[in-house]
């Protein structure tokens, strides 16, 4: 995945996970069109449309196109863009009683406008849309959600006159209508469509320009009697047969200067191109002198599925492709139209290209290839493509599509049946919600309708569906555990054959889509739309069938023809052991993968499975083909090389400079859309699932190697030591990274609460961490987004689009955005970004930000025993998750370990943060202070304080940090009412003034309380004075009646024994008393005060039993201005 591309694709599905009809429902009743229908039953057709601007960075178009599928007298349209979600994107059309015609639809842009062109077997339509571009007057288009050009559908009067016609022979007896018909729009904007007439001939009707009057023109192209005698074309059946030989089976239109030619290939084998300015046939060609075999057989028989495309470019002008469906020889044959001096025209062969016998659905011709899309004999899907100028070989390359999901689900004891199958059924690669959703209906016996359920109620009503289901089949009251198992597997086996049924017809292909600005390639099926991923080396080497994988000769992997042969020995042996592999062994692997054992353990395990089973002699056939790779250790490391997405480049999340704010806004919105993210990321589900069996085959194949020995290594024992001590762990580590890649894939975010949301994010804003990996306002309209999408979303797709590209404004401004190298960087750049040996912390970032608690640890459980990258901040979102399940302790000793990591990990260091206020201080200070303010924003106090004690032993050299630091183990130890403790840690703290500080918080807070008791008792050794002043202060502060701080400073030096100071206090305390209050309490206390004074100094020596009167300012109250 190292940017080394191959000439395979990969499909990827995009499926739908909504189970809310998106379709708006709109009917076309005509007037004049009775109940009988032509007769003919056409089969499901679909087509697409991709705008002309929809390869450019800064259009409104970018990334954006239409697709639709027809069936009976019903056509959807949907309107989807890679870079914004639309809104009202979604139609339903029905024209009762008038099936659409094959190729019956055909979309047009102009300048202002997008035109639809509807033929059906009696009637002809035209839809005006308003271009995208006039719907929004500025290029500057911000919004994250943009409306479809079918939003105002509703309001155009459909059965308009202009609008739409039904055919003349409509309301006639003729039982049968048009065959097929091509259509296009005119350089005066009239709505042209060639219908080929049942009994021959092409009739052409044709609209008025749709905002001019006019009236509806219809006209038939006939041959003249001479050009039939030099074609040697005669209008008789064919063997007896009533069609006629000039009936068209396909037809297309192309306009040309100021002409339209129109082409159609008839059951005679024969093109015809009509000019439509002159009304004349210019060029009948007969197909058959294409073939090099049996044109004599295929003369007498009518060719009906014959197909023709055409595909115009101004360095190659018109060609044609015409495909010729003859039974066990079928072929293309794509041809370039030419025109001599005097404007006659012929055909010249270029190429002709021969299929491999499949029936072909339908195929499209490119500026140099051909793409085809054919149905085989076990109804599965099957696409290729072949440069038709550049292959000498005729080899077709390959496409390698979504396999159908398995037949069977294996169980093993010691899984739970029920939980087994949901996880298959409700996996975001698996199942569309439409599927699921008419299953149940069935099982529901059709009673009730589903169309509103989310993913997550969908996925509860089958299992209560199921349960029932399972409880109507019990039939006895006892049951053994066994039986019960096999109860179970038996319900849901049958559900699950169901849903399997419903996804075949859903994913029924009808026709293929190639973007000419972009090169995507699209397959549309009758339920949703997969696209084409170019695939990279090594996957298309593991994937490729025998077919191609023994005509392969060279690797791009490799530079040297040497290593590409050993390289191809090598996977063609990992393809062989892959196919001995049973499926007990294979969930062997992914068990112990998923509890954390040893790889290496487990595949020793399974080679001595393969080796004690019937496959022993396929093993051995294996080690006889090891030995004719010559350099062994070399191509596993190559291998292994191509695997390692590694890197050694930092993470420059910051947006680029120097671009324009046309170019930055486009950027902004680039593959933005739910539809992009979906697939993208089943991208890398897809990639990662076949990696990891790439890893899990070529550990078995290592595990050979070592049974071997070293005889089989060219260097002897030292390669053998390498293989041990280097391959297979690395190979063991890939293993395990891709194991965690498809997990992430796979898992489903969760929804969080709104008020747990907000207080959860409250609480992480302490952290001050970039916003860049919170949520965003705009939910995804996928329901729900896996975790991987939620990334993608809200972090790593600004990050990835802003790598791309990096350079000046001039490369966004010049650049097309063509598919296959831009989603292979994309995904390439996305995994290096999930990769967990990668400096970059961005995933479980994003994960912590957005509050996937469950999801966060299980990411942290699956790379714990192999990952040595990111330890310390793996440690730090571990004690996030404890913290928010109420697992204090356990959080606090996460926080203790990742402290170690604070200056060698980026998160770390960014968690901790450095401005020039803390410059000077340790990283790990900072990041504890970080971890104190988390924990008090929680409100955690005990977890407060043991951090802050850990965090003084970092700070013996800071004396500022330490006394922060006591000062917070104070203040919480007095708010927790551990008196005792704050003392002490009022007694450590090395700054004076917050010493002052904490100590006057003590006596104030002690007070308050009543706990006079504790603070007496406490020894204030070199604080004595200071106890005494803010005592005080305090007394000399506040209300006589309602304090009693005199009393607390009596009892303070009572207890000191200084009986002298005590009675001065209560002197004192008298004093106020007689001046202040003026009342018998007063005064009956004002004697108690003096009766103290005199008992201390009774217990004076007589010398110094003497007390100086305080100054009136002493004594009088600050709240008392006057007496009384």
């Known amino acids: 995945m190292a940017g080394v591309l191959e000439r395979s694709f990969i499909e990827i599905c995009g499926f739908e996970r909504e189970t809310v009809s998106r379709f708006r429902e709109i009917t076309i009743n005509l007037a004049g069109v009775g109940g009988h229908s032509s007769g003919v039953k056409h089969a499901d057709s679909a087509g697409g449309f991709s705008y002309e601007d929809s390869g450019k960075l800064l259009s409104v178009t970018s990334n954006r196109y239409i697709h639709w599928s027809t069936s009976g007298d019903t056509v959807q349209f949907v309107e989807q863009s890679l870079d914004t979600n639309l809104l009202n994107n979604a139609i339903r059309l029905c024209i009762p009683h008038c099936p659409l015609l094959p190729g019956g639809v055909h979309i047009q842009e102009t300048l202002n406008n997008i035109l639809i062109l509807i033929a059906t077997s009696q009637s002809v339509h035209r839809l005006v849309l308003p271009h995208p571009t006039h719907m929004y007057h500025s290029d500057l288009v911000t919004e994250l959600q943009m409306q479809s050009i079918f939003t105002d559908i509703g309001k155009l009067n459909l059965k308009e006159p202009a609008h739409c016609y039904v055919l003349p022979f409509a309301q006639g007896s003729q039982p049968t209508g048009p065959s097929t018909t091509a259509a296009w729009i005119s350089p005066q904007g009239e709505a042209l469509f060639a219908l080929g007439l049942p009994l021959g001939g092409i009739m052409i009707i044709t609209l008025p320009p749709h905002d001019q009057e006019g009236t509806v023109s219809v006209m038939e192209l006939k041959q003249s009697s001479v050009i039939q005698r030099i074609a040697g074309w005669m209008p008789t059946a064919i063997r007896g047969d009533q069609s006629p030989s000039d009936l068209a089976i396909s037809l297309v239109a192309h306009q040309l200067e100021d002409d339209t030619f129109v082409l159609a290939l008839c059951q005679d084998h024969k093109l015809r191109m009509w000019s439509f300015k002159h009304q004349m046939c210019l060029l009948v060609t007969d197909m058959l002198e294409y073939m090099p075999v049996g044109r004599g057989e295929m003369k007498n028989s009518p060719g009906q599925a014959h197909k023709l495309r055409l595909c115009f470019t101004s360095a190659t002008g018109l060609c044609l492709a015409v495909y010729l469906a003859v039974p066990k020889r079928s072929q293309f044959c794509v041809l370039q139209l030419v025109a001599n001096e005097n404007s006659q025209y012929s055909l010249d062969h270029i190429s002709t290209l021969f299929s491999t016998q499949e029936t072909l659905v339908d195929f499209v011709l490119t500026a140099t290839d051909v793409w085809g899309l054919w149905l085989d004999d076990d109804n599965q899907t099957v696409v290729k493509y072949i440069s038709f100028e550049h292959n000498m070989a005729g080899m077709w390359n390959q496409v390698f599509v979504q396999p159908s999901p398995p037949e069977e689900v294996h169980t093993s004891e010691d899984q739970d049946p029920r939980e087994t199958y949901l996880d298959i059924l409700f996996s975001p690669v698996r199942f569309s919600a439409a599927a699921i959703v008419k299953a149940l209906q069935i099982y529901k016996r059709g009673t009730e309708r589903h169309f509103d359920l989310s993913w997550e109620e969908l996925k509860k009503e089958v299992a209560v569906t199921l349960e029932n289901e399972l409880q109507a089949s019990v039939t006895e009251y006892e049951f053994s555990q066994e039986d019960y198992r096999l109860l179970q597997v038996d319900v849901w086996s049958k559900f699950y054959a169901c849903c399997l049924q419903y996804q075949e017809v859903l994913s029924n292909p009808l026709a293929l889509h190639v973007s000419p600005a972009t090169a995507m390639v699209c397959i549309l099926k009758k339920a949703f739309v997969s696209f084409l991923f170019p695939c990279f080396a090594v996957d298309h080497l593991y994937l490729s069938s025998d077919e191609y994988f023994l005509s392969e000769e060279e690797t791009p992997i490799a530079e040297d023809s040497d290593m590409s042969r050993d390289i191809l020995l090598l996977v063609q042996c990992l393809r062989q052991l892959n196919a001995y592999l049973m499926e007990d062994m294979a969930y062997e692997m992914e068990k112990a993968l998923e509890h954390l054992l040893s790889p290496e353990r487990t595949s020793e395990k399974i080679f001595e499975a393969l080796l004690a089973s019937d496959t022993a002699t396929g093993i051995q056939d294996i080690a006889n083909k090891l030995l004719d790779v010559r350099n062994p250790i070399g191509a596993m490391n190559l291998l292994l090389r191509e695997l390692d997405l590694e890197t050694d480049a930092e993470t420059d999340s910051r947006p680029t400079t120097g671009q324009s704010l046309r170019v930055r806004i486009s950027l902004s919105q680039l593959y933005g859309s739910s539809m992009a993210s979906s697939l993208i990321c089943q991208g890398v589900c897809q990639t990662s699932m076949t990696r990891m069996l790439l890893c899990r085959d070529l550990l078995i194949l290592q595990q050979l190697y070592l049974h071997l020995g070293d005889t089989i290594f060219p260097a002897g024992g030292s390669q053998l030591l390498q293989l041990q001590q280097e391959l297979i762990p690395r190979c063991s580590h890939l293993l395990c990274t891709y194991h965690l890649l498809k997990q992430m894939s796979l898992t489903l975010s969760s929804s969080v609460p709104l008020d747990i949301l907000n207080t959860d994010l409250q609480h992480l804003s302490v952290l001050e961490l970039s916003d860049s990996t919170g949520p965003v306002t705009i939910r995804s309209v996928l329901s729900p987004q896996t975790v991987l999408e ?101 959080a606090l000793q996460c926080f203790q370990e990742a402290a170690a990591e604070v200056e060698k990990e980026e998160f770390l260091m960014k968690l901790a943060g450095s401005d020039d206020e803390t410059a000077t201080t340790a990283p790990r200070l900072l990041y504890y202070n970080k971890v104190l303010r988390l924990l008090e924003d929680i409100g955690l106090p005990e977890l407060v304080i043991h951090s802050a004690t850990l965090a ?121 008393l007689g001046r202040e209050v003026r009342t018998l309490l007063g005064l009956q206390k004002q004697v108690n005060c003096y009766l103290a004074a005199l008992s201390c100094l009774r217990l004076v020596r007589p010398d110094y039993a003497w007390i100086v009167q305080p100054s009136s300012g002493a004594v009088s109250s600050k709240k008392k201005k006057t007496d009384g």
């Not at 400096?839 to 025993?865: D, H, K, T, W």
């Not at 006591?966 to 840690?985: P, V």
């Not at 701080?1045 to 002298?1060: G, S, V």
Request: aromatic share 12%; hydrophobic share 40%.
């Open 790 to 890: 939620l990334f993608y979303q809200n972090v790593a797709r600004k990050v990835i689009v802003s790598q791309i590209f990096s350079q000046q404004d001039t490369m966004a401004n010049e650049s097309v955005l063509h598919w296959p190298q831009m989603i292979s960087s994309v995904l390439t750049l996305l995994c290096q970004f999930l990769w967990p040996s990668n400096p970059s912390f961005l995933f479980p970032e994003c994960l912590m930000g957005n509050c996937q608690y469950a999801q966060l640890q299980e990411y942290v459980r699956l790379i714990e025993p192999w990952c040595q990258v990111n330890v310390g901040s793996c440690r730090f979102v571990l004690g996030q998750c404890y913290l928010a399940n109420g697992e204090g302790q356990k």
């Open 952 to 1072: 003084i032993s970092e700070a013996v050299n800071d004396e500022r940090s330490q006394a922060a630091l006591w000062t917070r183990i104070f203040k919480h130890h007095l708010d927790l009412g551990h008196n005792t403790q704050a003392y002490e840690a009022l007694t450590q703290n090395p700054d004076p003034s917050r010493q002052l500080d904490c100590l006057r918080q003590l006596v104030v807070v002690l007070c308050e309380r009543a706990q006079l008791r504790d603070l007496i008792q406490f020894s204030f050794v070199n604080l004595h004075d200071e106890v005494v002043g803010i005592i005080e202060s305090r007394a000399r502060a506040v209300d006589l009646m309602t304090h009693n701080y005199y009393e607390l400073l009596y009892a303070f030096h009572i207890n000191r024994h200084n009986y002298r100071k005590a009675g001065t206090v209560m002197f004192e305390y008298g004093m106020r």
